[in-house]
């Protein structure tokens, strides 16, 4: 429904607390119709234990974000539109509406290494590297990816950097946009995108899709 559906591809993880193992959905169907029926167990070496079907070719970009960064709970790769076009035009995310303001500054890096697939664990490494400790990465010519410390904090960080990447790309279309400065986009992040902010988001877009029939 915010902009990251891409037919069966794209995918989200969250790390089973304290451990090095994390669940996702298995491969072949798309986000919206994943259902704990179809979620597998997987550890950091990227072998399923539990759970059934095909595991996505793209897990050593959750593994090694996981290896790398202990905080970190969950992490979401996905291909929405405005984000990754904003990557191949050479743009990072600027805060021309308030969302920008979570993914500046500083600027969160563009991973240009490959446009292909993260398919080995040398480049889930490098992607992972690329990342750092920043929330979120652009894939060049390919998605993003959103790392945070639950799925809850991934999940709301990832919709609001598509959000905000739609804004830039209508901005950027019209002119040369202003943006909010480095300074106040700080306090806006403290204003706005605050812990409190982001739980009533989660349960904001739990509502939605209830009321779509997509969440019982
Ligand atoms: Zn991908």
Redesign the pocket.
Known sequence: MEGHNDAI??HVSVRRPGEDVFWIKAAGMGLEEATAANVQLIDLDGRRLLGPGIVHT?LPIHSEIYRRRPEVGAVV?T?PVFATVLGAAGHRIRPVTHEGALFFPPDIPLFDQTTD?ILTRELGEAVAAALGDQPALLLKN??IVVAGRTLEEAACWACLLEKGARAQVFALALGAPAWTGAEEALLKRKHIYHDQALAFLWQYYCRKLRRQGMLS
Request: aromatic share 12%; hydrophobic share 25%.
């Open positions: 591809w794209g793209e790769h291909h697939l390919h998605g």
